[in-house]
């Protein structure tokens, strides 16, 4: 699973993550536009408030099952096929860097029609490409309904681009992702 977010990302994860359980088969790869310069602790955060540990995804880092991963500042986060983390200092896409989209597209190439992705709020349209990939390779897309965003031209321009994905409130979010994955 990967899931996308900017402004409102704390408040909206913070609704999603928590809710999922210890023993969760899926690894889960989190994108959050951040601060270059400034360390994040959302790791921190995350990893205090979950029954999954969340760690900041390192370079070349083996990807295992229940662990939520975030990209850290200032890098892409890729996948090489399923089993390891790269990042990547390439330029800025959509002024962001890490970028949802690159992230998007990285993972479905990796899983195909076993990805889900989730668009969650935020401000620009990062992330509707990516989730067109998803979709395009088989997988489920899911987009937070804008009426609930803290910020909605992310969730609406996922929606413009993947007519087909699934639209939900963040509780809806979780509830999907408990009673699909367990």
Request: hydrophobic share 45%; proline share 8%; glycine share 8%.
């Amino acid at each position: 699973m990967i899931i996308g977010a900017s402004a409102g990302a704390l408040e909206a994860l913070s609704s999603i993550l928590p809710a999922l359980p210890a023993g969760y088969p899926l690894p889960i790869f989190v994108i959050v536009h951040l601060p270059p310069n400034k360390r994040s602790v959302l790791a921190e955060i995350f990893n205090i408030k979950c029954r999954l540990r969340a760690i900041e995804a390192e370079d070349k880092e083996p990807v295992e099952p229940g662990v939520i991963y975030f990209a850290p500042p200032n890098y892409h986060l890729l996948l090489e096929g399923r089993s390891n983390i790269a990042l990547s200092g390439e330029e800025a896409v959509l002024f962001s860097r890490p970028s949802i989209d690159v992230a998007f597209e990285s993972a479905s190439e990796a899983w195909g029609d076993r990805l889900t992705g989730i668009v969650l709020t935020g401000a620009n349209h990062d992330g509707a490409r990516g989730l067109q990939a998803i979709g395009r390779s088989g997988g489920t897309m899911i987009v937070q309904d804008p009426a609930s965003a803290y910020a909605q031209a992310m969730p609406e321009a996922a929606m413009l681009a993947s007519p087909n994905a699934h639209v939900f409130t963040l509780p809806e979010i979780s509830s999907y992702l408990l009673s699909n994955f367990q």
